[in-house]
């Protein structure tokens, strides 16, 4: 999972996904292109994509021709609760 959220582009598909949740390839290649200003193919984003969903953060759900490729929240959930937050202590000079 880490491997996955190591790259910018990855990061950035995550972004997308946010922002709207079920897009097809076509329309992610589009919005990282137009918003984004990323010029990758639609074949590196494919890939990109095969590293997200093995990661399991990305899933996907095919409709006849169109796979929709849906955010999933829940392993970052292990990095949540891997390293508790705890109250701030007193500041040392």
């Known amino acids: 999972m880490f491997k996955a959220l190591a790259d910018p582009t990855r990061r950035t598909i995550l972004d997308e996904l946010t922002r709207q949740n079920g897009q097809t390839l076509f329309e992610i290649c589009g919005r990282l292109t137009t918003t984004h200003g990323l010029g990758s193919s639609r074949q590196a984003i ?9 990661a399991g953060l990305v899933e996907t ?10 955010i999933n929240t829940s392993p970052l959930q292990y990095i949540v609760e891997r390293w508790p937050h705890r109250p701030a202590g007193p500041k040392r000079p």
């Open 61 to 70: 759900r095919r409709e006849g021709r169109y796979k929709f490729h849906y």
């Open 46 to 54: 494919s890939q990109h994509l095969d590293v997200l969903e093995a």
